[in-house]
């Protein structure tokens, strides 16, 4: 009896694992208008809301604060880095969205920029997309910062919303 009911919490276990378990998480199943989501029909400017790098939430001051990146349904983009001092260029280039074979899906943006500013070879990077509403858009990504290489989650808002404490470090 014994060894029956430890068979019984080891299934229990292991099944409770496998069901939390990312390995069987399913894609984000992006909507049908992700486009327009993400674009509007004349374009649609993005504010960061909040980032976090791994599990921690990262401060935001200076540049971060006034970032905004606007997708044009074009298919191009633009950020604003340029209009503020010491914020480096603006972004210029172009973006798509693509699914792999696993369903998950990413923008892809392309730049010649892209390189410098990412610290990365290509002229693309791939952003995936873990979430797209009218208000909402969440991209995870990763990049070299610090000489090492971190996974970030960047929640955007469109730029009409207030975001409480966005510099949340005193």
């Known amino acids: 009896m014994r060894s029956y009911l ?18 069987n998480k399913e894609p ?11 674009s509007g029909t004349s374009g649609k400017s993005w504010k960061i809301a909040w980032r976090y790098n791994g599990k921690t ?3 935001m ?3 971060f604060l006034s970032y905004k ?23 210029i280039g172009n973006w798509e969205i693509i699914t792999d074979k696993k ?9 010649d920029q892209l390189p410098e500013i990412m610290n990365i070879k290509q002229n693309y990077k791939f952003f995936k997309i ?12 990763r990049h070299k910062q610090f000489s090492s290489e971190s996974t970030f989650i960047d929640t955007y ?3 009409h919303i207030k975001i409480k404490d966005r510099d949340f470090h005193w």
């Open 6 to 23: 430890q068979i019984c919490t080891l299934i229990l276990m292991f099944s409770c694992l496998a069901s939390c378990s990312n390995y």
């Open 28 to 38: 984000y199943k992006l909507p049908k208008n992700a486009i327009q989501l993400l």
């Open 57 to 59: 939430r990262m401060n």
């Open 61 to 63: 001051r200076g540049c």
């Open 69 to 91: 990146i606007t997708y044009h349904p074009d298919m191009t983009i633009k950020d604003n880095n340029g209009d503020y001092e010491n914020c480096g260029p603006s972004l």
């Open 103 to 111: 369903g998950k899906s990413f923008i892809k943006l392309t730049s």
């Open 130 to 141: 873990l979430k797209i509403k009218k208000d909402t858009l969440q991209l995870q990504y």
């Open 157 to 159: 808002v469109t730029e």
